[in-house]
C-alpha cells in the first residue's frame, strides 16, 4: 500500500462546485503539503501544516482552504472550483528536521469545465 | 526569494548512454538542500537524489550522481547507463536549512527526459 494516498485520483466537474480533495499518510510525518502542478511551472505551494494544530498558507492559497483532521489526514477543498484551477495536484508528507525529505502522494487529477 | 531554474525543457539519450541535467539556482543562504526528482509518466513523483550545500562531496545514488558546484550555484545531475525507465520529467528543488524555514521546496520548471532504445 501506498504511504501517501490521495483520493480521487482523477475527477471532473463544473464551475462553481465545491471540491474537496483528501490525503491520508501511514509514514507518521507531522508535516503535509499540498501542491499544484500546472505545465511549464512545476510545482507550486498551497497550503502546509506542520501538526494538526498549525496551518499556513503558502504561494498561492486564494480560492483554497484545508483542513488536517488528524495527524495522518490533510484535505483540500476548493470552495467555488474555476477553470483556470484546473491542474494535477500532489499532497506530501515529511518527517520533522531541515534535512528531511519530502515524500508525494500519486497526485489528483482535476479538470474543471 | 529563491528561484530554481531548468533551461533544458527536453533531452533525449539513447539507452546505455550518459545524460546531463542542468539546474541552477539563486539564493543568499549559505545552506540549503538541494534534490532531484523524477516524475514518470505514471505521474510519481520520485525522490531521485539529494546533496547538503555543506557537504563538498558530491551525492551518487547507484547510476546517478551530481554535480554540485556551490560557488556557481549549479547542481546538474548526472545519469549513466540510461535506461528505458528512466523515461520521465526530472524536477530540480531547493529547500532552506536555516532561519525560520519550514521546509518549502522550490521547484525548477522541470525538463523531460526521453530514453530511446
Known amino acids: 500500500d501506498a504511504d501517501v494516498t490521495q483520493t480521487p485520483r482523477n475527477r471532473i466537474t463544473k464551475t462553481g462546485k465545491r471540491i474537496m480533495l483528501e490525503c491520508s499518510q501511514t509514514k507518521g510525518h507531522d508535516r503535509m503539503y499540498w501542491y499544484r502542478q500546472d505545465p511549464g511551472l512545476g510545482l507550486q505551494l498551497i497550503y502546509y501544516?506542520?501538526?494538526?494544530?498549525?496551518?499556513n498558507k503558502g504561494e498561492i492559497s486564494d480560492g483554497y482552504s484545508v483542513s488536517r483532521q488528524a495527524q495522518a489526514k490533510f484535505s483540500l477543498s476548493l470552495e467555488s472550483a474555476i477553470p483556470n484551477q484546473t491542474a494535477l495536484y500532489f499532497c506530501a508528507t515529511s518527517a520533522s528536521g531541515k534535512s528531511q525529505p519530502q515524500h508525494f502522494g500519486d497526485g489528483t487529477r482535476l479538470s474543471i469545465l | 526569494a529563491q528561484t530554481v531554474t531548468q533551461s533544458q525543457p527536453e533531452m533525449s539519450v539513447q539507452e546505455a548512454e550518459t545524460v546531463t541535467l542542468s539546474c541552477t539556482y539563486d539564493t543568499s543562504e549559505s545552506n540549503y538542500y538541494l534534490f532531484w526528482y523524477k516524475q514518470p509518466p505514471s505521474r510519481q513523483m520520485i525522490l531521485v537524489i539529494r546533496q547538503e550545500a555543506y557537504k563538498q562531496q558530491n551525492a551518487t545514488e547507484n547510476r546517478f550522481s551530481v554535480n554540485f558546484q556551490k560557488a556557481a550555484k549549479s547542481f546538474s545531475l548526472k545519469i549513466s547507463d540510461s535506461q528505458l525507465g528512466d523515461t520521465a520529467m526530472y524536477f530540480c528543488?531547493?529547500?532552506?536549512?536555516?532561519?525560520?524555514?519550514?521546509?518549502?521546496?522550490?521547484f525548477g520548471q522541470g525538463t523531460i527526459l526521453t530514453v530511446h532504445p
Open positions: 528543488a531547493f529547500k532552506e536549512a536555516g532561519g525560520t524555514s519550514y521546509g518549502k521546496l522550490t
Open positions: 501544516s506542520f501538526d494538526v494544530k498549525d496551518i
